[in-house]
């Protein structure tokens, strides 16, 4: 039985080592002597991890270079690069540092209409929009009034909608204002025809 506390990697390590020492004429099961084998490979192991260590000492005893081997300070590694700029003794760039290109072809954070947020960012409905007013058309202008937020609008006169007598729902204040006006003249026109034919 194997150990339960020992992972499949070092299983299957344990299983080709026993293996190949079977192979080489070691009597050698990892089944049948489970801790014989642990500790033939912790021992073969540590051998090899030794030849490695006293080959790569006798190199740099024979050729130097050990300086090379030592890692430089991570200051170093991150904030070198491969590019090559050229100063002048007033520390201005003379040659090699071109010119930087723009992340993308499109203007950014363009404010139109009003609006203190970019169309976009806000979707609801399907329909994308301005979270600021939450407009869902492109060309709305800003009414500066967001879903639950109380602010009155002034109509003619000067009037508030709650002093002119219509007030407005939840729908009507994420619809651009051109949209309602044109709802509210259709609604009038509906209501003179009906006036006309009484």
Not at 75 to 87: D, K, N, P, Q
Request: a positive charge; charged letters at 30%.
């Amino acid at each position: 039985a194997v150990v339960s506390t020992q992972s499949t990697g070092e299983i299957s390590k344990l299983q080709l080592f026993a293996w190949e020492a079977n192979q080489r004429g070691s009597s050698v099961h990892l089944q049948a002597e489970p801790t014989k084998a642990a500790l033939l490979h912790t021992e073969y192991e540590k051998r090899k991890d030794d030849f490695k260590t006293e080959v790569s000492k006798s190199i740099i005893d024979r050729y130097g270079g050990e300086e090379h081997l030592q890692a430089p300070p991570k200051e170093l590694i991150f904030a070198s690069t491969e590019e090559y700029v050229e100063y002048s003794r007033t520390g201005k760039v003379v040659k090699g540092q071109e010119r930087v290109v723009p992340k993308s072809k499109y203007q950014e954070d363009i404010h139109v209409n009003g609006h203190t947020t970019v169309y976009g960012s806000y979707f609801a409905a399907g329909k994308w929009g301005y979270k600021c007013c939450q407009a869902t058309y492109k060309q709305a202008y800003c009414t500066g009034r967001s879903k639950g937020a109380d602010v009155p609008v002034h109509h003619e006169g000067g009037r508030t909608e709650e002093q002119h007598g219509s007030v407005t729902s939840e729908t009507d204040r994420s619809r651009p204002l051109m949209e309602i006006h044109k709802e509210k003249l259709a609604e009038e026109r509906k209501r003179k025809k009906k006036k006309k034919k009484k």
